[in-house]
Structures are given as C-alpha cells and as structure tokens.
C-alpha cells in the first residue's frame, strides 16, 4: 500500500510491560504520544507514517504532471485541489510522526539519500489524460481500501491523521471514475486511451497490496499492534472484486486472461502481478524513481534559501519584540 | 470603438490576468519549498483559476457568439490573450514567483475595489467576491516579500534580483487606453485618477519592511494588455493548456 | 507471472534528536461560532503570525473555520502519563457527581 513492505518484530523489553501494552491494545484503547510503547512499536510506526507521508508527497509528481495540461478549467481546479490535498496528507502523517520523536526534516532527509521508501506506484509515468482518470479510480481506490480501516489503527495521531484523510479524500476516486466516464462515452481515441491507461495501471495497482502473504515479510507484530489492520491478499481480493465490475461498466477490459468469477468463493482468480518488476521498482529502478526523487531533491534544496530566509527573519523580529519589552 | 467590444476586451483582460497567472502558480504544485506554502500556493492557483472562469463566462456572454469560458481559455490564440506581460513570465525562483505575486496582488486589489462599485451588476458581484480572495493573497505575499527581504544575506540577495527583473513589468498594469476609457464612460469601472499612488504608497511601504530598494526603471514593458506583443513565454504556456482541446477537437472531457 | 521470495523491508528508523526545521505550531479551529475551539492538528511556520495564515491553507480548505488559534508546540505544559493515577482516578471515586447517582420517583416531574 502507500506504506509496503514494513516488516515488524517482537520487542525484547519487560514482557510484564508488554502484555499490558498489548492489553490496552486489545481493549480498544488508543495508544498516546507520552504513553509508554515497546521501542519496537515506537520504530514500526515511524516507518509505516513516515513511508505513508513520503508516498502522499511523491505521489503529487505523477498527478501533477498534467496540472498546466487539464483540457477544461473545471477539469483543471478539481486536479489541483486534488494534488494540494496530498501535499496536506503528507503534512498530516509528517505531524502525527513527529509526535514520534522524529522530525519533519530528519524524515525527508532519510527519503532523499534513499533511506526511507515510498509506494512503488508512484514510479510509473502518466503518459495522457485517461492516466488521471486511471490513478484516481485506481490507485485512489486501492489506497481507501487500506485507509479507511487504518482509521481504527492503534496509535491515536496516526488514526486521526487517517481519519482526516479518509473524509478528504472521498472525493478523490469519484473523479477518477468520472474522468474514465467521460472518456469511455467519448471519442474513439478518448477509448483508446482510456483502456490504455488500464493496461499500464492494472498490475501496478495490485502491487501496493504488498507481496503475497505467504511470501510477506514479517507483519504478524504489527497486525497485534494495530498498526496493520488486514492482510496483503486480503485487501487485494477485495479490491479486484470491486474493481473488475466497475471496469465493466465503463466496457474496459481488464488485462488479464485468467480473471474469472467463482461462485463457489464469491471471488474473482486474478493473475498476480510480477514480483520480480515490484521489487525492482521498489529498489530504485523502476520507470520513473530517478525522475521522482530528483524532483523531490530539487524542491528541499532549492527551497532551502526560503526556509533559512523566513526563519532568520522570525528570529529577528522575536529578538526586537523581547527588547523592547 | 463600441462599447460591446470594448467591454468584451476588459472582461478578458480581467479573466486573461488571472488564467495566465493562475496556470504559472499552478506549476508550482508539488515543488514547493515547504508543504504548507506548497498549499498555499494552490490555494492561490485555485482562487486564480475559479477567477478567470468568472470573468471569463461573463466575457463569452457580452460578446455572444456562443463561446463559453472553456472555449475563450483554451481557444484563442496568442494574439488573441489580453494579459500584462508580468504574469506571463516564468516562476524563476521562489523569490521572483512571490514578488510577481505580490506586485500583482497589491494591484489587484485596487482595481476590485472600484470594480466591486460597477454599475454593471454582475462585474460588481463578481469582483466583491474575488476582492477577498485578493485581499488574502496579498495579506500572504506581502508577509513572504517582507519575510524572504529581512532575511538572510541570501535570501536579501535573491528578493532584491527578483524586485530588479519584475518591476519593468509593473508599468504596464497601468496604462490605460481606449478600452478603459470606453468602459469608463458607462460606469462599468470608476478607477480613481490616483490608482498609481495608492499602488506605490502599498509598495513602497512593504518594500521598505523588506529591506528592498525600488529601482529607478525609467523603462516598461508593455504589449501584452493591448495583445499588440506578448512575450514569447505565452505560446509556450498554450501549448500546455490548450493542447488536449486542440489534438481533440470537439471531444468532451 | 512469477513469484519470488526475494524481500527487503525499509530501512531501520530510529527516533533521532537533531536537525529540526521551522517550530512546530498546533491548530485550533472553531468552526462555527458558538462551539469551542478544536484541536485540528499541527504545521510548521517561521512564525506565530505565519503560523495563522498556514493554519488558513492547510486546516480550512473545506469551509471548515470562522476563528483560529495557533500556538507555539513547545509552550504547550502537558501532564505526564505517569500521572495518569493520582490526576484522574480520584474523580471516578465520586460518583455523586453525576446526575445518574440519584434515583428520583418519575412522579417528581422535570428535576
């Protein structure tokens, strides 16, 4: 999902301790900032938000691309308050980490050397409008699917941070949808390049589920801990099975020679997406991680003369208000 | 000239302004230098994009000849646009997207305020409405100017090259010509005679805060309010906000 | 398609004293007037004033306020977990607080 891949362990600290950490959990009850927590909870999460908010951020570059090219001005503003929202996302989950102990800066340090990751999805490029389309319907619904349960996650600012979220972006998908509508009724070539986007961000969507369960890295803690709340194929399962109807309406085809209906499960067989093309995507070498990270590079360093500016200028002023007393 | 004409030309000078504007603020989104302003920023394309639609529509309704907002936005061709040159130039840095923000703010501003007292209804309606989004941006751009200006030695440095290279194109958002006059004389603007003052009274104050001198700029760029010369920075902007209506003519989006 | 094993999860994370960026200032938001102000969440800014305008952005971009407050994190004093017991656990011990302890015959009308 937007946070794939982090594997969590137990905690070697006072077991006494953590069976009443993992008491209060079990309860229902919300873990806070100042509360006790195995340093191992501690670590988990500051990956898990700290890779969520990296990938809200990275993943305004593949959407932001075709700001100046909308073709309405409706089309237009409802893109760019979509991608502002993911810039105020990341911003949310960059806060709710922070009550961690980690900073804002120190995170995106550690996703600028390559310390930290992102969601793979964002490292495919979005080649025509109907990718818009695709991302929003797509992606937007791979990731509500993953969210709207981590509403309920165990650590209190991560799962109000989730829940801010989850109502912003209620609107998010059904743009997307839109979008493809609009282009399915449309012309010959708006088809076109609608099942086109289809084709390039099918697999792609069912890799940010993660790997395979049985191949999955290490999450029974974090499912203990709350901090994961439903299993890699479960999600996916449940996406294809929402998705595949959709696609239909829309009279797409969805690229996959085996998918089928079985009655007996009351679920579709889907073709797993190629593993060895996710990990590469996720060690850097996927279609657009170079161009990704340069832009996000450009952006802290460039921006730095404005930071340091307005802080310098805080300072003074503070300096003149507490003479002046 | 007619008065029609002439009110069609002011209402796309208007819309033009603030899409051309609008479409350079919105390159920002997803490069800014923090995530608050990253936001801020597309509050602002968003205001600037929300406000061309407007003057737009209104535009496509006194010229009616069946053109909506949509086709005036990504139809007309360069000689056909009616925005000042200072919005049409590119970002450059951080510094010179804010000065641009705030010279054409502070103008802004004015010009809604006397637009807001139109005796055309619907230009009053409007421009009240979109006086408060200006207000706004030029409360947060006037505060970044002062910020970035009083800053560090660096950022001093950059804020006073972003003033240098801008302010040959402020000249132009005062020129007046027949147009003005045309629309001037049926009410639908009653610009007061001393716009220029109450623009640098702002200016002049705000720039001292920042620490920044006015350059003496005897000369201004003018030719794009009159559309008889933009520069070339426009055709590029429409490759990219016309291109799908123009490789799909007629599709619906 | 094929499956592999192959996996690398995320790096370690430590929390870390150090680099810090701009003060972190929290929001309140009242949303309408004649409620209080909420807690909404938090943001960077240079400055209390700055920290205003942000708080405009990022936390009212859906109609949400009519007032903010921002305040500096760090000037925040926050009780401490630890003591959690002695704050707290009195009060639950005084039931006859609560209109609920008092057991008043349906006869005696609104009380």
Redesign the interface.
Known sequence: MYAQMIASQASDEDPKRLAAFQKRIDAGEKIEPKDWMPSEYRKTLIRQIGQHAHSE?VG??PE?NW???????????IL??K??DE??H??YL?CAAETLGIS?DQLTEMLLDGRMKYSSIFNYPTLT?ADIGAIGWLVDGAAIMNQVPLQRTSFGPYARAMIRICKEESFHQRQGFD?MM??C???K??KTMAQNALDRFWYPSLMMFGPSDSDSIHSEQSMAWKIKMNSNDELRQKFVDQTVPQANLLRLTVPDPNLKWKDKRKGYDFTMPDWDEFLAVINGNGPCNADRLS?RK??WT?????????????K?NANIMIAAE | MDYQSAYFEFLCRLGDNA?ILG?RI??W????????????L??I??DL??E??VW?ELAAGVENKRRT??DL??LRDAWEFRNVLLVEQPNG???QTIMRQYLFDAWHVLVLTALAESRELPVAAAAAKIKKEAQ?HL??SR??V???G???P???R?MQAALDWSYPYVGELFERDEIDHTVEQKGVVNQSANLWDHYYEEISSTLQRATLQIPAAPHSHSGGKNGQQHSEHLGH?LT??Q???RA?PG??? | MTTTTARKPDETVEPQQGKV??PLFEVFIRSQNGLNHRHVGS????DA??AL??A???YT?RNEGASIWVVESSKITASSPSEKGPLYDPSTSKIYRHPTFYCIPDDAGAI
């Open positions: 951020i305004q570059l932001g700001i100046t090219r909308a073709p309405t001005l409706e089309r237009k503003a760019l308050a991608v502002q810039a105020g990341g911003l960059y804002r409008w979008i609009k282009m009724n449309g012309s070539e708006q832009a450009k952006a460039e921006g730095q003369w404005v930071r340091d500016g307005l802080q310098a200028h805080a003074k | 899409l479409h919105s390159e989104c997803g490069h800014g230098p923090t995530l608050e302003e990253d936001i801020a597309a509050n394309a968003l994009i929300g061309a639609t737009l907002a949509n936005a990504m840095d951080f510094g706004y409360l947060r505060n970044t002062i910020g970035l009083d800053g560090t660096e950022s001093h950059r902007i990219q906000l291109w799908l209506q799909y599709a619906q989006w | 960026g701009a943001l960077q800014a240079p004033k700055t305008l942000n405009r952005d990022v971009r």
